[in-house]
Protein backbone atom coordinates (compact mmCIF):
# COMPACT_ATOMS: atom_id res chain seq x y z
CA UNK A 1 0.00 0.00 0.00
CA UNK A 2 1.29 2.94 -0.93
CA UNK A 3 1.58 5.53 1.93
CA UNK A 4 2.81 8.68 0.07
CA UNK A 5 2.61 9.14 -3.29
CA UNK A 6 4.50 11.90 -4.75
CA UNK A 7 4.50 13.50 -8.38
CA UNK A 8 6.22 16.19 -10.38
CA UNK A 9 9.56 14.89 -11.12
CA UNK A 10 10.98 14.97 -14.81
CA UNK A 11 13.95 16.57 -17.11
CA UNK A 12 14.42 19.62 -17.30
CA UNK A 13 17.49 21.82 -18.68
CA UNK A 14 19.52 24.12 -16.04
CA UNK A 15 17.58 26.97 -14.77
CA UNK A 16 14.25 25.90 -15.12
CA UNK A 17 11.76 24.62 -12.60
CA UNK A 18 9.62 21.64 -11.48
CA UNK A 19 7.09 21.85 -8.67
CA UNK A 20 6.86 18.39 -6.71
CA UNK A 21 4.02 17.40 -5.04
CA UNK A 22 3.14 14.55 -2.61
CA UNK A 23 -0.31 13.69 -0.67
CA UNK A 24 -0.28 10.55 2.13
CA UNK A 25 -2.59 8.04 2.24
CA UNK A 26 -5.69 8.59 4.52
CA UNK A 27 -5.07 5.83 6.89
CA UNK A 28 -1.71 8.24 7.72
CA UNK A 29 -3.32 11.08 10.54
CA UNK A 30 -2.19 13.42 13.13
CA UNK A 31 1.44 14.42 11.15
CA UNK A 32 3.23 17.03 12.74
CA UNK A 33 5.57 17.52 9.75
CA UNK A 34 6.38 16.53 6.15
CA UNK A 35 8.95 17.00 4.01
CA UNK A 36 11.51 16.34 1.17
CA UNK A 37 14.63 14.20 0.69
CA UNK A 38 16.82 13.34 -2.30
CA UNK A 39 19.20 10.89 -2.91
CA UNK A 40 21.54 11.14 -5.81
CA UNK A 41 23.84 8.51 -7.32
CA UNK A 42 26.25 7.46 -4.76
CA UNK A 43 25.17 9.74 -2.04
CA UNK A 44 23.52 8.99 0.98
CA UNK A 45 19.77 10.71 1.34
CA UNK A 46 19.93 14.13 2.12
CA UNK A 47 17.67 16.82 3.70
CA UNK A 48 16.00 19.30 1.72
CA UNK A 49 13.70 20.92 3.27
CA UNK A 50 10.59 20.52 6.05
CA UNK A 51 7.24 22.38 7.07
CA UNK A 52 5.61 21.43 10.32
CA UNK A 53 1.73 21.38 10.84
CA UNK A 54 2.26 25.21 12.69
CA UNK A 55 3.82 26.38 8.86
CA UNK A 56 7.70 26.32 10.13
CA UNK A 57 9.96 25.38 7.49
CA UNK A 58 13.42 24.80 7.18
CA UNK A 59 15.78 24.11 4.30
CA UNK A 60 19.22 22.92 3.85
CA UNK A 61 22.00 25.59 2.74
CA UNK A 62 21.92 23.88 -0.65
CA UNK A 63 18.30 25.06 -1.60
CA UNK A 64 17.76 28.30 0.41
CA UNK A 65 16.88 30.99 -1.97
CA UNK A 66 16.03 28.17 -4.74
CA UNK A 67 13.58 25.61 -3.25
CA UNK A 68 10.06 26.79 -1.75
CA UNK A 69 8.23 24.16 0.52
CA UNK A 70 4.70 24.71 1.15
CA UNK A 71 1.63 22.47 1.80
CA UNK A 72 -1.31 21.81 4.65
CA UNK A 73 0.35 18.91 6.89
CA UNK A 74 -3.08 19.06 8.77
CA UNK A 75 -4.38 17.24 5.54
CA UNK A 76 -1.19 15.61 4.39
CA UNK A 77 -0.03 17.05 1.45
CA UNK A 78 2.80 19.17 0.94
CA UNK A 79 4.51 20.97 -2.23
CA UNK A 80 8.19 21.75 -3.38
CA UNK A 81 8.91 24.38 -5.50
CA UNK A 82 12.20 23.84 -7.14
CA UNK A 83 13.76 27.15 -9.22
CA UNK A 84 17.09 27.65 -10.66
CA UNK A 85 17.92 23.94 -11.10
CA UNK A 86 20.94 22.99 -11.75
CA UNK A 87 22.70 19.33 -12.57
CA UNK A 88 23.80 18.91 -9.06
CA UNK A 89 19.83 19.03 -8.21
CA UNK A 90 19.60 15.83 -9.94
CA UNK A 91 18.19 12.91 -7.84
CA UNK A 92 15.56 10.64 -6.42
CA UNK A 93 13.22 12.86 -4.47
CA UNK A 94 11.61 11.23 -1.64
CA UNK A 95 8.65 12.42 -0.06
CA UNK A 96 8.60 12.02 3.74
CA UNK A 97 6.03 12.47 7.01
CA UNK A 98 6.48 12.78 10.50
CA UNK A 99 4.37 11.65 13.25
CA UNK A 100 6.07 9.77 16.15
CA UNK A 101 9.91 10.97 15.33
CA UNK A 102 10.46 14.75 15.88
CA UNK A 103 13.77 14.87 14.37
CA UNK A 104 12.56 16.89 11.91
CA UNK A 105 15.13 16.82 8.80
CA UNK A 106 17.37 13.80 10.29
CA UNK A 107 14.71 10.69 9.36
CA UNK A 108 11.11 10.73 8.60
CA UNK A 109 8.22 7.80 10.03
CA UNK A 110 6.65 7.59 6.36
CA UNK A 111 8.65 7.20 3.36
CA UNK A 112 7.47 8.07 -0.25
CA UNK A 113 8.53 5.79 -3.39
CA UNK A 114 10.94 8.19 -5.09
CA UNK A 115 10.38 10.58 -8.04
CA UNK A 116 13.25 11.07 -10.55
CA UNK A 117 14.58 14.82 -11.09
CA UNK A 118 16.99 15.05 -13.38
CA UNK A 119 18.63 18.54 -14.72
CA UNK A 120 20.56 18.86 -18.09
CA UNK A 121 23.31 21.14 -18.85
Known amino acids: QVQLAESGGGLVQAGGSLRLSCVASRNIYGLNAMGWYRQAPGNEREFIAYITAGGRTNYADSVKGRFTISGDVANRTVFLQMDSLNPEDTAVYYC???????????????WGQGTQVTVSS
Open 96 to 110: AANKYNYAYGQGADY
